[in-house]
RNA sequence: GCUGACGUAGCUCAAUUGGCAGAGCAGCUGAUUUGUAAUCAGCAGGUUGUGAGUUCGAUUCUCACCGUCAGCUCCA
């Protein structure tokens, strides 16, 4: 008999075969109802399988977050079970569920066009409609392989199985997949999906196989969430950076140098601004330098990039020796280590951080590039550390509340990941040890909760990577915090310890921002592109209501100027309308008409992004001093416009 | 890099089966003097991404190149 416990404590004992579906009924009718799959010691199955194992048993509903991938599994079932009745020629290739959905490949002579996508998912809602079964089975290879005859990327998974593994199938009505499950009770379960897009994707990620056709899908249980969902893809197309980056001229790419943003006079104000703002962060605790773009090969050897990093460095062709033996620096950590070891160091000047903003090229591919999110030339905010083993736990601590409080100015929260050890690292167990231990009090020390992403650190050292969530909850991957114990050898990196030996510091590479490009997309979509005031490339937009107040709106432009305001008068002979228009669409922050009334009293009618009709009449004094107090506090928007 | 789609005025987009390349906005000129999201009129704007080819004739068909976009990791 198998025992099995449930999550109260109560236990079944039941013979091994009986289906998980008689094991939940004892639980309850209601449950049973609801029951969309159960985990059997962490293992996923649905309510038909035959139980094999006993131990910690719970039953999935709706609201476990498991069961909507199983969903999302079905539908990708069903997907193909609709594609193969409107294409039976159609090779079935893998269909799972992912993050936001699921997907199926197709091996097909011609690519889907959007009409077959039309066709197949009309033809879904009838295979729901249909409600048919998905009945598991279990066979034999030969069985297996008899079935699949039709079906050639079925029978290379079938030859790839391992001998002692169950083969199983599931069949929902028409359609048979090879398939380990777990699956809903019947194809009616699926109730809310969408086809998103088709796209090619290699047979197995390896691009010397065949070309199968996806179709990327989504599927939630509630109409609310899909619809939300699909809000969400309609909203992040509207803040789409790249759109922005074109209607509020902040940059725009060129074919005369792909991946390489051109930033307008509006986009390299927030560029500078940023800096600034780092610089100003950085200006106690840090050590700005500045070090070449161009280096010999020589560098890049002592480093190990020339092996291992060559295919994405610019290279530059030498006239005399005629080879390509320098390149464009991709990253900054080599050339900080040489100005660390140009001099002798005392213990006592450590931690030592350098911090500098040089110009990187990376020569990603062409097919890699996307906006401002993937470039080929860039600047970080990067820092090296300098520091003794002993300093680790209060130097991170340190560098994290330094890089929270960078997003906190951005209403942007992070998500910390600790990565340990990989497989393939240098540096003894004793040596990592240590490291994640520093790493993880300091983590602890925050209370900050964090994820533990096991074997994913750099072969150098383990990292603190910093997830952080724009406002359509989406995260991007800014921070990072890598101690390494690699480089100080290579470099031979050493300081004078107090007995006046001479020791190897270890390095910590931190980076806030990831790149300023990268961020400023990131920003540029998390405010749609209304900026606080003190990043918006135009603060205040003055307007005379009639030309006879030009003078007079002339003159309070250049107090709001004098202030330290970016302040712009439009006097064009256009009506007012039209010109407010533009300055919302162009998300000025404020407009500051100036009308007969006005003039006369000294004051100025104050228009606020996003707030209509509703203004505020003030003198011009006061509201000069508002806007450089927003500026100087770095004030976010009083509400950053969510989606929606 | 690979697969597919796409590339027309500064921007967003049109252009039957191959037959003189158009519109709105932006720009310029003039009129209008405006009270909170588009005043009116006129003008100008192009070797249709680049280069070959087929054709009497190519934005349209073919090929190559450049670029953009979606993917190429999430395993029956």
Redesign the pocket.
């Known amino acids: 008999m198998l025992v099995l416990t449930l999550p109260d404590g109560s236990t079944r004992e039941v013979a091994p075969g009986t289906p998980a579906r008689d094991v939940v009924a004892t639980i309850g009718e209601r449950l049973l109802r609801a029951a969309i799959a159960v985990s059997v010691n962490g293992e996923t199955l649905d309510l038909g399988t035959p139980l094999r194992t006993g131990g910690s048993f719970r039953v999935f509903t709706e609201r476990d977050a498991e069961s909507l991938a199983v969903l999302r599994?079905s539908g990708a079932h069903i997907l193909a079970t609709a594609v193969r009745r409107l294409r039976p020629d159609a090779r079935?290739?893998?269909?799972?569920?992912?993050?936001?959905g699921f997907?199926y490949d197709f091996g097909v002579d011609k690519?889907f066009t959007p009409e077959d996508v039309e066709a197949f998912e009309a033809e879904m809602k009838k295979v729901i409609a249909e409600k048919y079964p998905f009945v598991r089975e279990e066979i034999d290879r030969a069985e297996?392989n008899k079935r699949f005859v039709d079906d050639p990327l079925?029978l290379e998974?079938?030859a790839d199985?391992g001998a002692d593994?169950?083969?199983?199938?599931?069949t929902d009505g028409p359609f048979i997949?090879?398939?380990?499950g777990p699956h809903v009770p019947d194809t009616s379960y699926l109730k809310h999906f969408k086809l998103l897009?088709?796209?090619?994707?290699?047979w197995?990620?390896?691009?010397k196989r065949p070309?199968l056709q996806?179709i990327?899908a989504t599927a939630f249980w509630k109409k609310e969430d899909l619809d939300g969902y699909l809000f969400r893809i309609e909203e992040a197309k509207r803040r789409?950076h790249?759109?922005l980056g074109?209607?509020l001229d902040l940059f725009l790419?060129?074919?005369v140098s792909?991946?390489s943003a051109f930033w307008t006079e509006r986009g390299t104000i927030i560029y500078n601004e940023l800096t600034e703002f780092v610089r100003e962060r950085q200006r106690e605790h840090f050590l700005e330098i500045k070090t070449p773009l161009l280096y010999n090969k020589s560098l890049w050897e002592t480093s190990g990039h020339w092996g291992k990093y060559r295919e994405n460095m610019f290279l530059i062709h030498n006239k005399e020796t005629e080879e390509l033996d320098s390149s464009l620096k991709p990253m900054n950590c080599p050339s900080h280590y040489v100005l660390y070891s140009a001099k002798k160091h005392s213990y006592r000047e450590l931690p030592k951080r350098f911090v500098t903003f040089d110009v990187l090229h990376r020569n990603e591919?062409?097919?890699?590039?996307?906006?401002l999110t993937r470039v080929r030339q860039f600047q970080q905010d990067d820092c090296h550390v300098f520091l003794m083993e002993s300093q680790i736990a209060p130097e991170v601590q340190f560098l994290m509340d330094f890089i929270l409080g960078y997003y906190e100015t951005f209403g942007l929260t992070a998500k910390l990941k600790f990565a340990t050890r990989p497989e393939v690292r240098v540096g003894d167990d004793a040596m990592w040890d240590r490291a994640e231990q520093a790493l993880e009090a300091a983590l602890k020390s925050t209370g900050k909760a964090y994820e533990l992403k096991a074997g994913d650190g750099a072969f150098y050292g383990p990292k603190i990577d910093f997830d952080v969530e724009d406002s359509l909850g989406r995260a991007w991957q800014l921070g990072t915090i890598q101690l390494d114990y690699a480089a100080p050898e290579r470099f031979d990196l050493q300081y004078t310890s107090e007995d006046n030996t001479a020791h190897r510091p270890v390095v910590i590479h931190r980076a806030v921002s990831g790149s300023f490009e990268r961020f400023i997309a990131i920003l540029i979509e998390h405010f749609a592109g209304a900026f606080p005031v003190w990043l918006s490339p135009e603060q205040v937009r003055v307007l005379?209501?009639?030309?006879?107040l030009a003078p007079v709106a002339e003159e309070i432009t250049k107090k709001m100027k004098a202030a330290g305001i970016r302040a712009h008068l439009d006097a064009?002979?256009?009506?007012?309308?039209?010109r407010?228009?533009?300055g919302?669409?162009m998300k000025v922050p404020y407009?500051a008409?100036?009308?007969?009334?006005?003039?006369e009293a000294g004051t100025i009618?104050?228009?606020e992004?996003?707030q209509?009709?509703?203004?505020e009449?003030v003198s011009v004094d006061a509201f000069i001093a508002r806007v450089v107090d927003e500026v100087r506090t770095r004030a976010l928007p009083l509400k950053v416009e969510a989606a929606g």
């Open positions: 599994h079935i290739g893998f269909g799972p569920a992912i993050d936001d997907y690519p297996a079925k998974r079938i199985l593994e169950v083969i199983s199938t599931y997949d090879l398939c380990r897009h088709t796209a090619g994707a290699y197995r990620g390896d691009e070309m996806r990327y789409d790249r759109v074109k209607t790419f060129s074919q792909p991946g591919l062409t097919g890699a590039l996307s906006g005379p209501i009639a030309d006879d064009r002979s256009d009506t007012l309308n039209y407010i228009r533009e919302e669409m407009m008409v100036v009308g007969k009334r006005e003039a009618a104050v228009r992004r996003g209509g009709k509703k203004q009449i």
